[in-house]
Structures are given as C-alpha cells and as structure tokens.
C-alpha cells in the first residue's frame, strides 16, 4: 500500500481518537491530536494491518487526497480518479431508507462496511437521469438540469462529484450547489431565474440526516416534491442494471463532465426568498427583527448560513450563535432537534445570553425547533401546538395532519381550543405530507403536515418539509407582533401554547430486531412484527381498563387507561417500515 494511502487513512481515522471534551475549544482538541495523528494506524513494513477493510473500500478512502483541518472547519477535499480495483458487487436494495436512499460512505465503524460505494454511487446518479428522462420526455432542443448539494459529512465532496458524473453520463447538465439544504435543493426546482439555471428539472440532496458521520445519502426531488418509495425503489433497480452493466464490461474512462457541470450560488436566492417573507408578515419594513436578540445552533450541519443570511439582514442580534461552522464529524453534539443533548445545547446557549429566541435545526436543514427566552422547548408535541395556533388563526377550521405518536392532549387543544380539526396518520414525513395533499384533494382544506421529528410542511410552502420555512412562521409572528404593537419578544410565541396539556412523562424506545434470534426462526421481520403486534393486542383486549383506539395505522395501537390519579396516554408502535428493512 502507498503512503499516500496510508496517509489518507489516517485522517479519515484521525477524528476518532480526539477528546470530546466539549468545554473545551473545538481548535485545542485537535491541535492535541495532531501529532498523534501518525499512530493511529497500526502498519507492517510496507503493508497495512487493517485487514478488515477491503480493497474497494480503500479505493474510495483514497479519493480524499487531503483534509485541511481550520478552526472549527472540516474541508475534506477530493480528488477523480480512476481504479483498477476489481469492483464488488452491491446490494443496491438494501440501501432503500423509505423515500431515501442511505448507507455507510465511509470505512472505520467496527460491523458497518462501506456500502455506499463512489462508483454506486454513480450508477444511482445515472438512474435517476434515466428516471427524470422517461418523466420529463424532453425534446431535441434542451437538455435537462438536475441540482446537487450537499451537508456538511465528510464524504460529501466525492459522492457529489460520484452524482455529477452519474448525471453528465446521461446527458444531463449538472448544476452544482456545494453545501446547501434540503429544503433549497427542492426550491430550485421551482424557481424561475435564468441566471442560477433555474427552474432545474430534478434535484439531488446529498445527506444523512442526523445519522454518524460514516453514513450518507440522497434525496430526490422534481417540481412534484420528493420521490415516493416507488420512485426510489425503481431508481434502484435500474442502478442495478447499469451497475452491473459496468461490473460485466469494465471501468470505462467517465471522467470527463466539467463541460456538463455548472457551479452557482443559489442559496443566496433560497435565502433571500426567506427575508423577504418575514418582510411582507411584518407590513415591509426593512428590518422587523431589529433589537431581537436570537441565537441560533447548526450543530456543524448545514444550517449555520441562517444567522448570518437570513436573521441579521432582518435587524436581529446573533451573538451566543454556536456550531455554525460545516463539520462533518459532528463535534459538539448530533444535529437532531429530538435529541437531548442538543435540545439542552440550545437552551443553555439562550439562557447564558438572555436571548429572545433560541433555533436549532438537524443537519440538512429539513426539521427545526425552538426555545423561547425562559428556556421552554418549542419541540415535538408543542411545536405541533404551536404551529397549529399560527396556522389557525390564518386559515380558521382546518386540518392539522401530524403522525400517529402525538398525544390527546394536543388533539384537545386544537380541536377544543383552536377550533381545527386533528387527524393523525402515519409515521414518516412523506407519509404525512402525502396525507395532507390526499384530504386538500378530496375537499377537506388542510394547510399544515407536521411530524414529532419536527418535519413541518406547509399547503403555503408548496408542501416542502422546511425547518427554516418553519422558524420563519415563527420569526412572521414575532415581528408581526411587534409591528401592530400587540406582544413583544418571543412571550408571544409562548401564549399560543398556553393551554397545551403533556403528558407528565413521554419516552420513545426504538429496539433493533436480532435477525439470528430464536423467535424469527428463518421469518422475515415483518413476521416478527405482526406476532408481536397480534401479542399486543391479545394483551389489550384481555384488560378491562385498557381500551384500544378506533383509528390505527401501521400498526400502530393507542390506548389509555384511568387509575385514581391522573390518565395516562401508551403507544405501542412497530413501523412496518422498519420490520420489512
């Protein structure tokens, strides 16, 4: 092995082996590791000792030719090239996320192998042209524009150019964003501006969500909104063919896109369009926001640009903002309105500040949440509550779509006093979304999908799941306050909610089925969910105190049961989703 190649190893390795002591300044961790960077690869003369890796994976690492480590910065820079690998066969199946596609991009997690592969990559990219081809049917005169971004991982940078290659082997131009987010990637789909290429035909957002810094993925958008599983199960099956195309007939020489690719700046127009609304909920005036005091966390995602291009124009104060740097190691803490350690990670940043506003969003920017200026969480069950208020006071009666783990209480008070109506669906953002978009189309007005996970979508919105569209409403109704002079600071945010019954304690346990366990005896998952399921219900049908609910979805059952105290809300989940992955 080279040692360009073992050099390349080490840096990929190197972030493992730093303290995470998270007082401590992120450039003193790694200038501690630094000159230890040389013993984290165990080598034999001229050979390498990490057998467990293989030769493709090796290939791919070594398209990371150098990393740049600057303050609070992670630029992993790659390099094409071409390999004389032998290649190796991928499950393309397996890497089906629901209406995503994920896996594992990057080698070094004990039992996670690379299957996420640059030349898969690819053949995904290419199958996408060949999906958006067959749909679009454009004629002789044009040919078609797909936009690719991307988040802050570390594999970011070869799977785009992986994607752009893909795409320009189709005859399809490719407009590239760099980092970018999710909810700008299907924007662009929809915006019209000559000078940014726009409106693009497809759209592909190169992310994992929240998931570790070794995964990553795509998500497919058109003019329509994001791909369906279908969509993504067909765009999989023909990955294969063209995949194994190339393993029957060989490397072929497909570096040559740069007259098919254009690089622009779009999310200036994504975030501009984001100004201009808090603008007009604020009666035009150039800065509704001045002398609010908010604070915003990225957790080293792709959501740090909002402080700076989307608040600050806007007349708001931003110190306290923390993690707005792209790190692609996820230093600090996940990128996950859900988790603790972040939610706690905002509010402290708040507090510390005596900021108005608190905002935090996952990696990619499609999910969000709040915290106002006593530290009060804007998550999960109350964000939904708040949402809904805003909604409802601009679109009186109408249905508020959530999935099925919200609690009863929210459904009083948006019914009881909000006035709207609740309808509970499945898990799974598209799953929401799709239900919201069914009931506008059969008559019964609904302007607002919004998931626990913090995925909102809005009928005003084009139905696009968008955290900062999301903090926007937030930030109209603040400044629309202020302007008619009827509340100030984010106490107006917290009087929406007021009346919101929770649940005294809520915890959610996802649980990973052991595929070798005794009790699967050769069975598919989704076997094993149904007995467990069936179980369940055996189990609630055998107790009086216990009453199943009358509408269930994807197995999902909701019960509740009366004692001498207080009532309590369980749900027993098993998403199909997961059982059958």
Same mark, same amino acid.
């Given at each position: ?9 080490? $840096? ?93 991009? @990057? ?84 915006? @019209? ?67 098919? @690719? ?21 009666? !035009? ?46 230093? $600090? ?19 510390? $500040? ?36 805003? @909604?409802?006071?601009?679109?009186p009666g109408t249905t508020i779509v959530t999935d099925s783990v919200t609690s009863d209480g929210l459904t009083t008070f948006i019914e009881k006093k909000l006035g709207g109506k609740h309808h509970r669906f499945k898990r799974g953002y598209k799953n929401v ?80 089925? !052991? ?44 019960? !509740? ?21």
């Open positions: 092995m080279s040692a360009t190649t073992l050099k390349t190893l080490q $840096n990929v390795f190197m972030a493992q082996s730093c303290p995470r002591n998270r007082h401590l300044d992120t450039q003193y961790r790694r200038d501690r590791c630094a000159p230890d960077m040389c013993n984290l690869l165990p080598t034999q003369v001229g050979k390498c000792a990490w057998t467990s890796i293989s030769s493709m994976q090796l290939h791919h690492l070594a398209k990371y030719k150098s990393c740049t480590w600057n303050r609070k910065t992670v630029y992993c820079n790659a390099v094409s090239a071409t390999s004389t690998t032998p290649m190796e066969k991928v499950d393309f199946r397996k890497l089906q996320n629901g209406s995503d596609i994920r896996g594992v991009a @990057v080698a070094g997690v004990e039992g996670e192998p690379v299957n996420l592969t640059n030349l898969g990559t690819e053949a995904i990219a290419a199958a996408f042209a060949m999906w958006l081809l067959d749909r679009k049917k454009p004629d002789a005169s044009r040919r078609l524009r797909v936009s690719i971004g991307h988040d802050s991982r570390i594999s970011a940078q070869a799977l785009q150019d992986a994607v752009s290659r893909g795409i320009a082997s189709a005859g399809l131009d490719v407009i590239q964003y760099g980092l970018a987010s999710t909810p700008a990637m299907f924007n662009s789909t929809l915006t @019209v501006n000559e000078e940014f290429f726009c409106p693009v035909d497809g759209s592909i957002m190169i992310t994992a969500s929240h998931l570790p810094y070794n995964r990553n993925g795509f998500k497919f958008f058109t003019n329509g909104g994001g791909l369906g599983k279908a969509d993504i199960k067909d765009i999989l099956e023909r990955a294969t063919s063209i995949y194994d195309k190339i393993y029957v007939e060989g490397f072929e020489n497909r570096e040559k896109t740069d007259s098919a @690719v254009k690089k622009v700046d779009y999310m200036s127009v994504y975030t501009s369009d984001l100004v201009k609304a808090v603008r007009r909920a604020a009666q !035009d005036i150039e800065k509704p926001l001045e002398g609010f005091h908010i604070v915003v966390d990225a957790g080293n995602g792709a959501g740090g640009f909002f402080a700076a291009t989307v608040l600050e124009p806007l007349g708001a104060i931003t110190t306290g903002s923390q993690f707005l740097e792209p790190d692609g190691m996820f230093p $600090n803490h996940i990128p996950n309105p859900e988790d603790k350690a972040a939610m706690k990670a905002i509010t402290q940043a708040v507090l510390d $500040n005596k900021a108005d506003l608190g905002i935090i969003f996952d990696t990619d920017v499609d999910r969000s949440a709040a915290v106002d200026s006593t530290g009060s969480e804007f998550n999960r069950n109350r964000l939904i509550a708040l949402m809904s208020a805003i @909604v409802l006071e601009e679109h979304i799709d239900e919201a978009i069914r009931l506008n189309s059969v008559g019964e007005e609904s302007h607002l999908a919004i998931e626990t996970s913090g995925h909102g979508a809005l009928k005003e919105n084009h139905w696009l799941d968008d955290g900062a569209y999301t903090m926007v409403k937030l930030l109209n109704k603040l400044a629309s306050a202020r302007a008619s002079g009827t509340g100030v600071g984010s106490e107006v945010l917290t009087h929406l909610v007021e009346g919101l019954d929770e649940p005294a304690v809520a915890v959610e346990l996802r649980l990973k089925i !052991d595929q070798n366990h005794v009790d699967l005896k050769g069975g598919s998952f989704r076997d094993y969910g149904e007995a467990v399921l069936q179980h369940l219900e055996s189990k609630i049908d055998g107790d009086p105190k216990l009453q199943k609910a009358p509408v269930n979805y994807e197995g999902v059952y909701y019960v !509740d049961f009366m004692t001498t105290g207080p009532c309590f809300w369980l749900w027993w989940l098993v998403p199909s989703e997961i059982i059958s992955s």
